[in-house]
């Protein structure tokens, strides 16, 4: 991973640096004189444990996911998409008592009405192109349409099927030209794997509907606090994942995934910053460590373009560059999955 | 919870610097109505764990274990004063670790300190850790080039290591762990991962294991290796201070960074082993190679594992790697290795050898000048190294210090 170049870092991080040494002041009572006050009061400012802890295990979140995952008639189990997230409703902290939490979960569901208003109206663009047979259309906008869904992909597992429907890969399927295989990805196939929109405009229109059922959805969800604590780390978690941003194995077809990488930074950040006043309050250290990694890997994707710019094709991320990219997200991760237990949810 | 957790673990950790050696210290101290705090640094059953603090770090010397694992990791961090964070957790980290301690059981909001994986209590494991620094971490990143343990250099390319490669050598800083099982290892070096998640990256890594004998004498091997035969025979005797200080510690002549006096040079080679080209080989041919007889472990013509070896020529591996020549006593080193088997490569090939791992005074007078001799072998033919790299294993930090703390100051 790092070579001499790998070494080399793009930001702060004695935040980072502060944030493990609490962590440990709290396991082991280190002797580094980080004052870990904050820390035990929101221990001691937490209810007792439940039985449902907000545990953010990807593994007992993905157990459940698969308890009520439906099985289609071909036996695809669709909800296993890689790219799936891994909250599920039941599992996250249900309540909290802390206006200030209440308050960020009142400013996420406006941005999650934002986004997926952003979302409609960008997927629109993209669809027409397809539906024109408008390769190079197609191509600007497809990374363009999929920001807002990876901003806010923590909701996606609160509604079922969808992931499966617009985000799958086909590797969930018995290869690309499987029919039950829709979305994003199956157009990404069409338009840079077959070069022929021929055939994709049937699922143009079908990811738009799916599109609308989301929506519809979303506006009756019941945002739980887990969802916002648990969600901020598990946008990471999935760039982070093997069949993740990563990797390069999202957008395969397209080399595009430094789109949904940044998506899934964004989606995180604006999390972060909705419960900003609250953790500001329980645990001001593990914020200053939070802003001081999304720091860090904004600087780390900034080299790589922008979303006005254009970014480069994952194939130009070095292997150096991604083992940088990953040591970040790993300290980033490590920080957010603090929040949930440091603002006192169960 | 916390200041209780604290106190349990300072008092702890002072016990280990006060007790020196823990090993064995802990079957007694159970019938006390308060607990003797030695008592608190191996929780549960099973073999205690090497404690960090002392005169050296104790994993250098702990006896043979059958379950290793060697990393070299790189540091993120953008100056000494990140650099010196970054190791104060390294060795907090590992001190927590080998304390027994049980982890702080956190609310169930957060995610658990231990990854529990050997129980909670967690019980004793023989687990010991041991630091090293690379010769990187004196580059110009961190301001410490004045502080460059004398010897210390990026391990050169020796006569066979067309193999080596730059991705699974060398590193700031390597971490050695040694524990009685597979998952004692992995408990180690996840919680530490974890702790130092951003600042330090894995470079490479390799995990090993090792057959023991019941009973580990000196004099005899404590393991075979994967060629069959056996492996640590006259490897240097850890009991014997003298021993250790001739050959494993630099003394305080030895180095004018007066910080390393009581460390150790360590290397790491990982030794892949052509086994199928090698099962395929006569008895007679790969006795002849080794120098020992295979089952019994004696030198060629002879009848004990035990008994000195006589050369008529140096070309067996045994004669050219310890001629028992005037001269050659200062060439001994502490060998520490484990066995590894990690699948098969792209030609369907067994990879399997050996992580060597030797602890020595001096590198040059050590490793190097062995290798030297061994350069050229006939046993080459039947291994190739991948990778390993030169380390400086600093003294623990001393009682209420940090880990590097020596090399800021």
């Not at chain 1, 999650?112 to 109206?121: G, K, L, P, T, Y």
């Not at chain 2, 004063?81 to 390294?90: H, I, K, P, R």
Request: glycine share 12%.
């Amino acid at each position: 991973m790092g070579t001499k170049g790998g070494r080399r870092r793009l930001g702060a991080r004695a935040a980072v640096v502060v944030a493990v040494l609490a962590l440990l002041a709290t396991a082991c009572g280190g002797d580094d004189g980080v004052d870990v006050n904050s820390v035990e009061e929101s221990d001691a400012s937490s209810s007792a444990s439940g039985s449902e802890s907000g545990s953010a295990s990807g593994s007992e979140a993905d157990a459940a996911a698969e308890d009520d995952t439906a099985t289609d008639e071909e036996g695809d189990v669709e909800e296993e998409s890689g790219s799936a997230s891994g909250i599920s409703e039941e599992e996250v902290a249900q309540t909290t008592e802390n206006p200030l939490i209440q308050d960020a979960v009142d400013g996420y569901r406006v941005y999650v009405q934002e986004q997926i208003s952003d979302m409609q109206a960008e997927t629109k663009v993209f669809a027409d192109a397809v539906r024109d047979g408008d390769i190079e259309a197609t191509k600007a906008a497809y990374p363009v349409s999929r920001r807002p869904w990876e901003r806010i992909e923590p909701i996606a597992g609160l509604i079922e099927d969808i992931d499966g429907a617009v985000d799958a890969r086909e590797d969930d399927f018995d290869g690309p030209e499987d029919p039950n295989f829709t979305g994003w990805h199956k157009i990404e196939w069409y338009t840079w794997d077959q070069g022929d929109l021929t055939e994709a405009g049937p699922f143009a229109d079908q990811l738009e509907a799916d599109l609308q059922t989301l929506a519809d959805t979303a506006e009756t969800l019941d945002l739980a606090p887990g969802v916002l604590t648990v969600g901020a780390q598990e946008l990471i978690e999935e760039v982070a994942a093997p069949d993740g941003k990563l990797s390069g194995e999202e957008d395969r077809y397209s080399g595009t995934d430094l789109y949904d990488f940044k998506a899934n930074v964004e989606g995180s950040e604006a999390l972060v910053d909705l419960l900003a006043p609250v953790l500001e309050e329980a645990d001001p250290e593990l914020l200053t460590a939070v802003e001081s990694s999304f720091d860090e890997l904004n600087g780390q994707l900034e080299v790589f373009g922008s979303f006005e710019a254009g970014y480069v094709h994952y194939d130009e991320v070095t292997e150096d560059q991604r083992g940088e990219l990953a040591a970040t997200l790993g300290g980033l991760a490590e920080s957010l999955s603090l929040l949930n237990g440091a603002l006192g949810l169960e | 919870m916390i200041s209780e957790s604290r106190r349990r673990f300072m008092k702890s950790a002072g016990a280990l610097v006060a007790g020196g050696a823990v090993v064995g210290c802990t079957a007694d101290s159970g019938s006390e109505a308060i607990p003797d705090p030695e008592s608190d640094v191996v929780a549960g059953s099973g073999p205690p764990n090497f404690p960090f603090r002392g005169n050296h770090q104790a994993g250098v010397t702990a006896p043979a274990a059958s379950s290793g694992l060697v990393a070299g990791l790189d540091v993120r961090a953008a100056s000494s004063e990140e650099l010196a964070d970054v190791l104060g957790t390294l060795g907090q980290s590992i001190e927590q670790l080998v304390s027994g301690e049980p982890y702080e059981d956190r609310d169930g909001g957060f995610p658990p300190l231990d990854t529990g994986i050997l129980g909670t209590p967690p019980v004793g494991t023989g687990t010991s850790v041991v630091v090293g620094y690379g010769a990187s971490l004196f580059d110009d990143r961190f301001g410490l080039a004045g502080q460059k343990p004398a010897e210390l250099l990026e391990m050169p390319k020796f006569a066979n290591d067309f193999l080596v490669q730059p991705e699974r050598s060398h590193g700031d800083l390597s971490i050695t762990i040694s524990s009685d099982s597979g998952e004692a290892t992995v408990h180690a070096f996840r919680q530490i991962m974890r702790e130092t998640r951003g600042a330090l990256v894995p470079r490479w890594m390799k995990e090993g294991f090792n057959q023991l004998v019941p009973e580990q004498t000196h004099g005899r091997a404590p393991a075979r290796n994967l060629l069959g035969f056996k492996d640590g025979t006259s490897n240097l005797d850890t009991d014997d201070d003298e021993t250790m200080a001739a050959s494993v510690w630099v003394g305080p002549d030895d180095d004018q960074s007066q910080w390393t006096t009581g460390g150790t040079y360590q290397a790491v080679r990982v030794i892949r082993m052509m086994v199928e080209f090698w099962d395929r080989t006569r008895l007679n041919e790969q006795e002849g190679l080794i120098g020992r007889h295979r089952a019994s472990g004696a030198p060629l013509g002879l009848d004990d594992e035990t008994d000195e070896p006589v050369f008529e020529d140096l070309e067996s591996h045994i004669a050219r790697a310890n001629p028992r020549s005037s001269g050659s006593e200062k060439n001994l080193i502490l060998r520490r290795g484990f066995n590894y088997a990690s699948g098969f490569d792209a030609n369907d090939q067994l990879d399997q050898g050996l992580i060597f791992v030797s602890y020595q005074r001096s590198l040059e007078d050590g490793f190097i000048a062995v290798q030297r001799r061994l350069d050229g072998e006939a046993l080459e033919e039947y291994v190739r190294p991948l990778g390993g790299g030169f380390f400086f294993v600093p003294p623990p930090p001393a009682d209420g210090a940090a880990l590097g703390e020596p090399l800021f100051s």
